[in-house]
């Protein structure tokens, strides 16, 4: 019997083949006392299980195609750096001494104390890293158990894999094998395996709970990445459709690439500026794949990620020069550290309980609190502004205060590092995130002091409709669609129109293809979008008259008709 299931769609595409179900084992942890003899053993049986779990990771490391892109070897890197972080070794090691414990409880002790801490970061990006360190405990784990081999997975060829979850691990060795598409139970958009997912080019849904309760090895599976359907046990008569289907996507990719060296121009003749969101210095291979000659966003709280200390002024300019002198004299903007709420750079110091971290220490926030923090980067995005077209966006400002603050700092950063002999560019634009309602009810008291602004949509919508995008319990309601949003995105845009000042958007509504025309109908004339969806993005902007959008966008700005909102919005996509 055919049925479907809905979850998350994370890469895009459809796959058609039988199902091959992984169940990872959950291991059952018992504590036991060790007699103090016994202890020194204990802590040989842990190092060599971390020895093992290293030499299993630099396997895997190995198997990488070629072909993939770099970031790849990133996530594999990440996880061997962790195996040697004292958060994983060391701790461990002291429960064992200091409680008389086995290392399976040791190990699960310091495991359940890091989740706890990612748990209560309001970030979903740095929360949902708190995967990395289950992934890494996990192969620990199995090898204290006694299985050192690695899994095979023979038999994923040309198959789609059902999962609890999927490390980025096996995501790699699956793609290696001919792995057809896969959907796990857990995980998010913003997941290593998600991303991974999506540089790979492998169909993916996420958050498909219980999914393995409604499969059986070898069935049929459609599996739709755009959407976050499956389709198990389908008819012939939906097979044959998602078949023509996947004709239509090859078909619609091939024709794509031809506007990789088009310029991004409407049809009335408006030039439209199309720039990429990166987190990575590796990401600029996608940057080029697509054909874009600037980066709207360099997200850089990967720096921090699965470390003890902060990175130094020497990492932070290490990794921007990369992007920058990659790109040449393409545009480069990157946005000071955005860390979560209760997100410190020792991860060891979790703060005190926060009740809503979302409204509390966090980016900017945070960096004014650091002012060391703060510094390292500020110096190293200075220095790097000499190397290439460089500039600088401050993220979640909310008053004036805190612009004169950030400006005071970088005047005082100048000085120093002239003082020092530095070069840097004295003209480096500064920006800043429209974010928060208070800035884009206010964008005309803040262009004074700055030299453009980027729209943030993803925290924007938060904040203005009260809700937690990351709570499952209410995240129904976070809606692009809703007037109050569309208004403050046609506020923040107007409230340029007279200083000249550029505006951008950088925010996931930016690269939802759904919304492009509604933005350029509200004004929006620079888009910073995902790499994955540039050529999309740039095939709707060159075939929309937008001198066609007045009258919709008026409606859609006016209506409080959910429906008609939604009426409207097909109508504009026609």
Not at 145 to 168: F, K
Not at 223 to 246: C, F, K, S, T, W
Request: glycine fraction near 6%.
């Amino acid at each position: 019997m055919s049925f479907t299931l809905q979850g998350i769609g994370v890469s895009k595409g459809i796959a058609i083949g039988k199902i091959h179900i992984i169940d990872h084992d959950t291991i059952e942890v018992n504590e036991y006392t060790l007699s103090k003899q016994s202890l020194d053993d204990e802590v040989a049986r842990f190092e060599n299980a971390l020895v093992i779990a290293r030499l299993q990771l630099e396997k895997i490391q190995q198997n990488v195609p070629k072909t993939a892109p770099e970031d790849v070897v990133t996530f594999i890197e990440t996880h061997l750096l962790m195996l040697n972080d004292s958060l994983l070794v060391d701790a461990p090691i002291n429960f064992i001494r200091e409680k008389q414990c086995n290392a399976e409880w040791a190990l699960k002790l310091q495991c359940d104390y890091l989740v706890k801490v990612f748990d209560e970061m309001d970030d979903p990006y740095i929360s949902s890293r708190k995967r990395d360190v289950e992934q890494v405990v996990s192969r620990i784990q199995h090898i204290l158990r006694g299985h050192t081999e690695l899994p095979s997975s023979s038999d994923v060829s040309n198959a789609i894999v059902v999962a609890d979850d999927l490390t980025p691990a096996d995501t790699i060795l699956m793609q290696h094998q001919g792995i057809l598409g896969f959907v796990t139970e857990y995980g998010g958009t913003t997941s290593h395996t998600a991303i991974l997912a999506r540089s790979l080019g492998i169909p993916a849904i996420v958050g498909l709970h219980r999914a393995r309760r409604y499969v059986r090895p070898d069935d049929t599976l459609i599996l739709d990445g755009v959407h976050g359907v499956m389709l198990i046990a389908p008819d012939q008569r939906a097979i044959e459709y998602y078949q023509n289907q996947q004709k239509q996507d090859k078909q619609r990719r091939t024709a794509l690439k031809r506007l990789k060296q088009a310029p991004c121009i409407s049809i009335d003749g408006q030039e439209i500026k199309l720039h990429t969101n990166i987190e990575f210095p590796e990401d600029i291979a996608s940057v080029k794949k697509a054909g874009s000659d600037g980066v709207g966003l360099y997200r850089t709280e990967f720096l921090f990620m699965n470390r003890l200390d902060p990175p130094d002024e020497a990492e932070h300019y290490a990794a921007y020069l990369k992007v920058v002198k990659s790109l040449k004299q393409g545009e480069v903007t990157i946005r000071t550290v955005d860390l979560g709420a209760d997100k410190q750079a020792n991860p060891q110091h979790s703060g005190p309980w926060i009740a809503n971290p979302a409204l509390g220490l966090r980016a900017i926030r945070l960096c004014l609190k650091n002012m060391s923090l703060f510094k390292q980067q500020l110096r190293a995005i200075l220095r790097v502004s000499a190397e290439g077209n460089v500039r600088m966006m401050i993220p979640m400002l909310s008053g004036l205060q805190e612009l004169t603050q950030v400006l005071n700092i970088v005047e005082e950063t100048r000085r120093e590092l002239s003082q020092e002999g530095f070069d840097f560019d004295p003209t480096m634009p500064v920006g800043a995130m429209v974010e928060v309602p208070a800035m884009a009810i206010c964008t005309d008291l803040f262009l004074p002091y700055l030299d453009f602004l980027s729209i943030g949509t993803n925290d924007l919508i938060q904040y203005t409709l009260a809700i937690d995008r990351c709570d499952d319990s209410v995240n129904y309601l976070y809606d692009p669609l809703h007037p109050a949003i569309l208004r403050l995105i046609k506020m923040s845009i107007d409230g340029t129109a007279d200083s000249g000042k550029p505006i951008s958007m950088c925010g996931e509504m930016a690269s939802d293809t759904r919304y492009v025309r509604l933005l350029l109908g509200l004004g929006l004339r620079s888009f910073s979008v995902n790499p994955e969806a540039f050529l999309e993005v740039k095939q709707i902007i060159n075939n929309t008259d937008m001198s066609e959008l007045h009258i919709i966008i008026k409606r859609m700005l006016n209506t409080n008709s959910p429906t008609e909102m939604r009426f409207l919005l097909d109508k504009i996509n026609e």
